[in-house]
């Protein structure tokens, strides 16, 4: 399994009239970026519910380094920061080039599919988390 490194080139609609990436489409960055993390790990973005559970955001948090603009190609990384009973830290790299522009974690929590109340993952799910996990982060966004 290889680390999750999402390619994506800015689109004129996310930018500001500054010409800038609005601040609110590096979530979005980091939401896309959270289904490629799921298809790696589980086979598919829907992998999740194929045992009756889903995460949800609880918290994010993003630190803009540097501005992306119109057409700029990036790169958004993804690797686990912590792995709770119920949560999951997810923290975001966005390079440009060799440059880190942005970065950022959301916490989910695992919920029961039809419920959405809290609910332990399967073991199956958690070691296949687990193996991701072990593969850490890479500061090279290549």
Request: hydrophobic share 45%; aromatic share 10%; proline share 5%.
């Given at each position: 399994m290889?680390?999750?490194?999402?390619?994506?080139?800015v689109r004129y609609h996310e930018c500001d009239p500054q010409g800038v990436v609005f601040n609110a489409n590096y979530l979005a960055y980091f939401d896309m970026a959270s289904f490629e993390f799921l298809a790696a790990v589980l086979g598919k973005s829907t992998g999740l519910n194929d045992h009756g559970v889903d995460f949800?955001?609880?918290?994010?948090?993003?630190?803009?380094?540097?501005?992306?603009r119109f057409e700029d190609e990036l790169v958004v990384g993804v690797r686990i920061a912590h792995l709770g009973?119920?949560?999951l830290v997810l923290e975001f790299e966005i390079w440009r080039g060799e440059?880190?522009?942005?970065?950022?974690?959301?916490?989910?929590?695992?919920?029961?599919?039809?419920?959405?109340?809290?609910?332990?993952?399967?073991?199956?799910i958690r070691a296949?988390?687990?193996?991701?996990?072990?593969?850490?982060a890479s500061p090279d966004p290549a």
């Amino acid at each position: 399994m290889e680390p999750v490194r999402m390619p994506l080139r800015v689109r004129y609609h996310e930018c500001d009239p500054q010409g800038v990436v609005f601040n609110a489409n590096y979530l979005a960055y980091f939401d896309m970026a959270s289904f490629e993390f799921l298809a790696a790990v589980l086979g598919k973005s829907t992998g999740l519910n194929d045992h009756g559970v889903d995460f949800v955001v609880a918290e994010s948090n993003v630190r803009y380094l540097r501005a992306l603009r119109f057409e700029d190609e990036l790169v958004v990384g993804v690797r686990i920061a912590h792995l709770g009973t119920t949560s999951l830290v997810l923290e975001f790299e966005i390079w440009r080039g060799e440059e880190t522009v942005a970065i950022g974690t959301n916490r989910y929590v695992f919920v029961d599919e039809k419920t959405l109340t809290k609910k332990v993952p399967p073991e199956e799910i958690r070691a296949k988390l687990v193996a991701y996990q072990a593969l850490g982060a890479s500061p090279d966004p290549a």
